[in-house]
Nanobody, 121 residues
Framework: QVQLVESGGGLVQPGGSLRLSCAAS????????MAWHRQAPGKEREMVAV???????NYAESVKGRFTISRDNAKNTVYLQMNSLKPEDTAVYYC???????????????WGQGTQVTVSS
């Protein structure tokens, strides 16, 4: 089985920082794009940041300059460093990866289970 496991969420005060991690495991031969999305209660899921296999990055305007996405290909892991957090950043954060499943010899897009980030005083 191929799965993504997220960690690093929690409660933080406004202006604080958190780093999220998402590790892919299973029969994976390669990973292309990796991304972070988030969903707040009553709102649609939105893309926060994406990073390609070559290291090209893109961010939602609301987080640009505050969040940094990175990856460690040797560990099949993507990170999201979140600085200067705001209450409006409160959401469940999900990682996403476009990968090749070597067991079934097919390209797949997988989602993590989500990790809660709460920014509050």
């Amino acid at each position: 089985q191929v799965q993504l496991v997220e960690s690093g969420g929690g409660l933080v005060q406004p202006g604080g920082s958190l780093r999220l991690s998402c590790a892919a495991s299973g029969s994976i031969s390669s990973i292309n794009d990796m991304a972070w999305h988030r969903q707040a209660p009553g709102k649609e899921r939105e893309m926060v940041a994406v990073i390609t296999s070559g290291g090209r990055v893109n961010y939602a305007e609301s987080v640009k300059g505050r969040f940094t996405i990175s990856r460690d290909n040797a560990k099949n892991t993507v990170y999201l460093q979140m600085n200067s957090l705001k209450p409006e950043d409160t959401a469940v954060y999900y990682c996403n990866a476009d990968l090749f499943d070597s067991q079934y010899f097919r390209r797949r897009n997988r989602w993590g289970q989500g990790t809660q980030v709460t920014v509050s005083s």
